[in-house]
């Protein structure tokens, strides 16, 4: 039985608290026959929110958000790409990495 699921061509995993990285450099692809998925470490969530835009410029199709971009980032990050890719988030009621936190209360 073939349980294979059409995926897009390029997606992106991105993560928005990863202190002194370069999100040009820090960054991994993974290429697969079904696609490809990039991972990218940007320093804060303003940074990543302008990854995201060069992501889509790049050819992305979807992008994952790590959980601590909180509701409001998020869809600041929505309204930015929407029509060009689709986004996708992981999701914590509290962060492990915020302290238990979500990242609305914490930027």
Avoid: W
Wanted: glycine share 14%.
């Amino acid at each position: 039985m073939d349980l294979s699921l059409e995926a897009p061509g390029r997606s992106a995993h991105l993560s928005g608290r990863a202190s002194a990285v370069d999100p040009q450099k820090d960054r991994q692809t993974v290429v697969t026959p079904q696609g490809e998925l990039t991972a990218v470490a940007a320093s804060n969530q303003k940074e990543a929110g302008a990854v995201d835009l060069k992501l889509v410029d790049a050819g992305i199709e979807a992008i994952e958000l790590y959980g601590g971009f909180g509701n409001k980032r998020t869809a600041r990050i929505v309204d930015a790409v929407t029509g060009k890719a689709a986004v996708g988030v992981v999701r914590f009621d509290g962060h492990p990495g915020l302290g238990g936190k979500s990242g609305d209360e914490l930027f």
